[in-house]
Nanobody, 124 residues
Framework: QVQLVETGGGLVQAGGSLRLSCAASGLTFSRADMGWFRQAPGKEREFVAGISWSGTTTDYADSVKGRFTISRDNAKITVYLQMNSTKPEDTAVYYC?????????????????WGKGTLVTVSS
């Protein structure tokens, strides 16, 4: 059974940093593309960052490029999202997702598995 568990969410002041973690189990982690998505109140779930199964390529939404960094540690079976220079508009529930077909298309419907999310609140 595939399970993704996000941790690291919480309250941070604007401009501050936060690191989210996603621990995966039940899948061949090293061969799955991993991504972070977020959903703010009243908005659709949107792509934030993605990383290929090999870790050699990454993709970012324009809104977070230059501020957020996605990485993975296959030995620890974990993917991370380093959030720097946070803004109030980053406030959302952040979800970890996996694509076992490694398509790197980064759309919600294309992801196979999802975590339950972790709330990030950025105060001004």
């Amino acid at each position: 059974q595939v399970q993704l568990v996000e941790t690291g969410g919480g309250l941070v002041q604007a401009g501050g940093s936060l690191r989210l973690s996603c621990a995966a189990s039940g899948l061949t982690f090293s061969r799955a593309d991993m991504g972070w998505f977020r959903q703010a109140p009243g908005k659709e779930r949107e792509f934030v960052a993605g990383i290929s199964w090999s870790g050699t390529t990454t993709d970012y939404a324009d809104s977070v490029k230059g501020r957020f960094t996605i990485s993975r540690d296959n030995a620890k079976i974990t993917v991370y999202l380093q959030m720097n220079s946070t803004k109030p508009e980053d406030t959302a529930v952040y979800y970890c997702a996996a694509d076992i077909f490694s398509r790197s298309t980064w759309y919600v419907a294309g992801m196979n598995y999802w975590g339950k999310g972790t709330l990030v609140t950025v105060s001004s």
